[in-house]
């Protein structure tokens, strides 16, 4: 075990894939010699070779396309998108063609390509490096997509994405890369290595791609959230002295219903949370799985606590991302309705 | 009312319209021997003329000639003859099921047969090609089983792919045939992936990729040209120029010049080629294949050719443009010129040649009674239902479990 931020995890998860297998390697704007400019691919070019830790043009249609041409071709490439606000130029090449590769072509070709990308606010970075288009991809069928909110997730969930045969969605917070984030951005800024899922083993390990955890158990009311705000939503919960479950989710695609599901038929009550624009967003979806699986176990509306419907604001970020406050009026609303 | 626009927007213009008399005077046709061949591994720059130039090796007179002359045996010649041939048969034959309504849709290659039926047998076997829907050649030079081709138009229940695709998208992963996608391009730049990872792995199996005149103008095109530059990838990309995508004069993506200038900007070799010349496009790819082995990167080639046929079952050329134009193309019939060629040198003959166009026709008939026997698209018999949910991933998952079991025993 040893003290790791999420980029030291990810690191980690790719020097040993990497290591393990000739065929891995990892491909991207400035991540090559340089290590990626949030450092994730760090070393690996001066350890595995320039041909293993590819600079690539800044075009992320080709990057992609190239990707798939090379998983065809029996390579397992890890792409990096500098941010999740540039992937889509790839997206007519993720939609297209990785996702339905294996389906159309009866079986014949596919490509086990993994796309990091970071994304996600909270970084003053307004609308070009905030965004968090997960659930644009949730929607499309033959995509894996995930999401950690922690270290020891982030190393065990991309062995997995890399060993995967089919395309994952690897979506990485950036907002708590160096620290748990939660929510109050007037704080300092804490760092991994008081948290316990900081703690991560230097060696292999894999956290199966599909699987939700709860984060903490509950009696109440189910919080669904994943990446930066399950640290938002638990801050809420614990201020708020509310019994809830909270469960991270991990993998949006396949989804862990059995685990929702669970608990909501325990708590009869569920408030589902992401930074993600609202209409449309992957929340109305677990909301509607919910409703489906736990109609007669409910005992309020379903809430939901996501950004708003505008472009991710520069000067009114704080308005916009979730915060604590209205995580805790969902929670509150939820338990009024006996 | 409000005031017309003196418009001064350029407009580019299909050379001829309907009501129009094709005259193709205007093109520049070189002869054979005004082409020098080049060392394979020559700096782009010093052959920048060739992006503007045309290479032809068969002369008006059927003799082959220059220094692009690739010298094939007379049975190397007669199997491509036969194969486009056959390639002809076929897309004949498919047509007119199309037209008596056992096809969905169908698509012809007629003119282009020279392109891809030349340049598969200028390639390894096991390089891997990435073409669009026009390069069925491709197949038959490769040997793919006519039936099993059939099958896939009708999505029927011996279709490879499982009822999933249009007629035409052809995939066949033994024979290095890449999953043809409906997207235009998308292809382009993974052939230029996939001969980066052969280059990779040390091995030397090269790339092909094709794209149609108008499918230049996406951006994947120019990925692809950037990307194989930037690595040096061993691919040949292709671009198919007959001239029409679908209604669209090939101008509106040509930008006033040849399409073959466009990877000069890359420092990538760009050749133009006489597209219904067999013997020069073999010579070309040759050439490109050459290059890309011994590690001098990618060529850009532009096939110049006429789309003889329409666009598609789907399309009526007449309406846009002059139906004399294939006709008076002046580049001729690459069959016809082949099949000239080889009579020319005493090894072909008329009868020969009608001997074979029977046979055929007989065999591609044959063929279609077979395929039909595993069944039709309206009719049946397909896969079963539930592989429709097969492949979506490797393994099925949960809620695709659960979709599947609802859509064969109803809800829940
Ligand atoms: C991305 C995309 N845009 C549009 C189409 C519709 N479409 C199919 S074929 C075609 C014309 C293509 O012309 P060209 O590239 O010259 O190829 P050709 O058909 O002449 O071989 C168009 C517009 C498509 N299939 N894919
Ligand atoms: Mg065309």
Not at chain 2, 346 to 351: I, V
Request: proline residues 6%; glycine residues 8%.
């Amino acid at each position: 075990m040893s003290k790791m931020n999420m980029v030291q995890a990810i690191n980690s998860a790719l020097d040993i894939k990497m290591s393990q297998d000739p065929c891995v390697l990892v491909m991207g704007e400035d991540v090559g010699f340089f290590g990626g400019v949030f450092r994730c691919t760090e070393g690996l070019y001066q350890k595995h070779g320039p041909h293993r830790s590819l600079d690539m043009p800044i075009a992320e249609g080709g990057i992609i396309a190239t990707a798939i041409g090379m998983g065809v071709n029996g390579l397992r490439p890890v792409v990096e998108i500098q941010f999740a606000d540039y992937i889509y130029p790839a997206f007519d090449q993720i939609v297209s063609e990785l996702a339905r590769l294996r389906h159309r072509s009866g079986g014949e070709f596919w490509a086990p390509v993994t796309i990091r990308t970071p994304c996600g606010g909270g970084i003053r970075g307004g609308q070009t490096h905030s965004q968090s288009p997960e659930g644009i991809f949730t929607h499309v069928c033959g995509l894996k997509t995930v999401m950690p909110s922690n270290p020891y997730d982030a190393k065990g969930l991309l062995i997995s994405a890399i060993e995967d045969d089919d395309p994952v969605l690897f979506f990485e917070p950036k907002r708590i890369y160096n620290g748990p984030f939660d929510g109050d951005h007037n704080k300092p800024s804490v760092s991994w290595a008081n948290h316990p899922l900081g703690e991560v083993p230097e060696e292999h390990y894999s956290i199966p791609i599909g699987q939700a955890t709860i984060s903490q158990a509950g009696n109440d009311v189910t919080v669904l959230a994943y990446g930066t705000m399950v640290h938002v939503a638990a801050a809420a919960i614990k201020q708020s002295g509310i019994d809830a479950e909270l469960i991270d989710l991990r993998s949006l695609v396949p989804l862990d219903l059995n685990t929702i599901a669970n608990s909501v038929k325990k708590t009869g009550r569920c408030v589902v949370i992401h930074e993600a624009t609202r209409t449309g967003g992957y929340g109305a979806e677990l909301v509607a799985e919910v409703q489906e699986e736990c109609f007669w176990h409910l005992l309020a509306p379903i809430e939901r606590v996501t950004g708003w419907d505008t472009p991710y604001p520069h000067a009114f970020e704080w308005e916009y991302f979730p915060s604590q406050e209205r995580i805790i009026e969902a929670l509150q609303r939820t338990l009024e309705n006996r | 009312m409000a005031q017309e626009f003196t418009s001064r927007l350029h407009i580019p213009k299909a050379p001829f319209r309907p009501d129009e008399e094709p005259d193709f005077s205007y093109l520049d046709i070189p002869s054979p021997e005004s082409s020098s061949k080049p060392e394979p591994l020559i700096d782009p720059n010093a052959i920048r003329h060739m992006a503007y130039g045309l290479v032809r090796v068969l002369d008006d007179d059927h003799k082959a000639k220059g220094e692009w002359h690739p010298q094939l045996s007379a049975d190397k010649l007669r199997f491509g003859l036969k194969k486009m041939m056959h390639v002809r048969a076929f897309d004949d034959r498919m047509f007119a099921m199309q037209r008596q309504g056992k096809l969905c849709f169908y698509l012809k290659c007629t003119g282009e047969e020279a392109v891809a039926v030349a340049q598969a047998m200028a390639l390894d076997q096991q390089d891997m090609c990435f073409p669009t829907y026009r390069q069925q050649g491709l197949l038959f030079a490769r040997g793919y089983p006519v039936v099993d081709m059939m099958c896939q138009c009708l999505s029927n229940s011996r279709d490879n792919l499982k009822g999933r695709q249009l007629p035409v998208l052809y995939s066949w992963k033994e024979g290095g045939f890449f999953t043809v996608s409906g997207n235009l391009a998308t292809q382009y730049c993974q052939a230029v992936g996939w001969a980066m990872a052969s280059a990779y792995k040390g091995e030397d199996h090269i790339a092909a990729a094709w794209v149609g005149d108008g499918s230049t103008a996406e951006a994947d095109v120019y990925h692809a040209l950037q990307f194989s530059s930037t690595y040096q990838a061993p691919v040949i990309l292709n671009v198919v120029n007959n001239q029409w995508a679908i209604s669209t004069p090939q101008s509106f993506a040509s930008a006033g010049t040849t399409f073959a200038a466009r990877s000069l900007g890359f420092h990538i070799p760009g050749i133009r080629v006489d597209g219904n010349d067999f013997l020069a496009v073999y010579a070309v790819t040759q050439w490109a294949a050459q290059r890309a082995r011994n590690g001098g990167g990618p060529t850009f080639i532009e096939l110049f050719t006429y789309r003889v046929a329409s666009h598609s079952t789907s399309d009526n050329p007449d309406a846009y443009r002059s139906p004399k134009e294939a006709e008076l193309w002046p580049l001729g019939d690459p069959i016809t010129r082949l099949k000239n060629h080889l009579i020319s040198l005493g090894e072909w003959s008329e009868e020969q040649h009608l001997a074979l166009q029977q046979e055929l026709k007989e065999s591609v008939t044959a063929d279609w009674q077979e395929a039909l026997s595993y069944g039709s698209l309206e009719e049946g018999p397909h896969w079963p239902l539930s592989s429709m949910f097969d492949d979506v991933f490797k393994e099925l998952p949960q809620h695709l479990q659960i979709q599947r079991q609802k859509m064969e025993h109803g809800h829940e």
